[in-house]
């Protein structure tokens, strides 16, 4: 029998008792005539409350054929779901109510002010005047557009619209957030001021938030998780270092090592006759190697133990980029 301490029943507890905001067991969804494409496929994810979650996948992976049955535009072929504690498939309503929706690409009524066009939405929620009103100017000023409340959407730049978009999708004062590449078509500077919203919008007023994305940059700076998906199957869930770890365990460890005192070939020798070290390339005056497994200490110790002086010795982090294309390469 395992015996475990008391911190670890306590942690283990907390754990359990986490609340989802969002829940999939096994949720399918096929298209065509036979059913023969599988844009969702038996999909099981779990966010937690109050996480940014990351949702990436190449075109076509079935990203927002997810979002889309997460908030009731769609009915999946099997499998089920939770967003906010309410049932995908019978709980709708109360889905709605709990959460914002920035679709891609997302519409509005061009010809009406931001202001007006708010006001329609909050009319939506039976939010009454008064408080409407309020929201609608506090949202507008959250967003950065308290100067173009009275201007007709129609005029808005790509970037405002994303922010006038991120706006509607807050106007019900959801719990969870759902984002489908929000920061698409627009220039460094907004997608920024952007990122800065959704990270401030999840700090201030712990709202869950789902998104979707094609920059990996993006994702890597504000999302606690993310999911990999490819041909509607799961690849991989995690955080960026548990996505590293995943990666380490088959492809080994990368190291740049730079030593003086000793001659830079027969480091390599001392280096190479290590455990777990596959390969030792000098790249004057940097060494790389090549490990099985995490084994800076023990090469350190080599070398030391040689009159080796260690000026640098840093494992080669993947970036989230690098990541996601090996593990989509190895699916
Ligand atoms: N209404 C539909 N009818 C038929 N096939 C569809 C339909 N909607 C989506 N698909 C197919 O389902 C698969 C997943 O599409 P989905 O739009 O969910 O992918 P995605 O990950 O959001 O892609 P992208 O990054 O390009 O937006 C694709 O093969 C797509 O062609």
Do not use: W
Request: glycine share 8%.
């Amino acid at each position: 029998m395992e015996i475990i301490s008391r911190e670890q029943e306590q942690s283990q507890i907390m754990e359990r008792t986490k609340e989802l905001a969002i829940e999939t067991i096994n949720l399918s969804k096929s298209f065509g005539k036979e059913k023969k494409i599988h844009a969702v496929d038996n999909l099981n994810l779990k966010v937690k409350k109050g996480e940014v979650f990351g949702f990436v996948g190449p075109n076509g992976a079935g990203k927002t054929t997810t979002m889309k049955m997460l908030i009731g535009l769609l009915e999946p072929t099997s499998g089920s779901g939770k967003v906010a504690k309410y049932d995908i498939l019978h709980e709708i309503i109360n889905i709605r109510e709990e959460t914002g929706v920035l679709p891609e690409p997302a519409g509005f009524y061009d010809y009406l002010t931001a202001r007006q066009n708010l006001r329609f939405y909050a009319k939506l929620y039976d939010i009454d005047s008064n408080e409407r009103e309020k929201r609608i100017e506090n949202l507008l000023e959250t967003v950065g557009l308290s100067r173009a409340i009275d201007q007709k959407i129609g005029g808005f730049s790509t970037g405002m619209r994303k922010r006038f978009g991120l706006a509607q999708a807050l106007i019900n004062e959801p719990t969870v957030l759902f984002l489908d590449e929000p920061t698409s078509g627009i220039d460094p500077l907004g997608a920024q001021m952007m990122r800065n919203l959704i990270k401030n919008l999840n700090k201030s007023k712990s709202v869950t938030v789902f998104l979707s994305s094609h920059s990996m940059e993006e994702v890597e700076e504000i999302c606690d998780r993310i999911a990999i998906i490819a041909k509607g199957k799961l690849l991989a869930v995690g955080s960026v270092e548990d996505l590293r770890s995943v990666v380490r365990e088959k492809e080994g460890v990368h190291y740049l090592l730079e030593v003086q005192d000793i001659i830079p070939s027969e480091a390599v020798e001392i280096v190479k006759d290590v455990d777990g070290v596959e390969e030792v390339e000098i790249q004057y005056p940097t060494l790389k190697v090549h490990s099985n497994f995490k084994n800076g200490a023990e090469i350190a110790k080599a070398l030391a133990k040689t009159g080796g002086t260690i000026s640098l010795l840093e494992e080669q982090e993947l970036t989230l980029q690098k990541l996601f294309l090996k593990i989509i390469e190895e699916a």
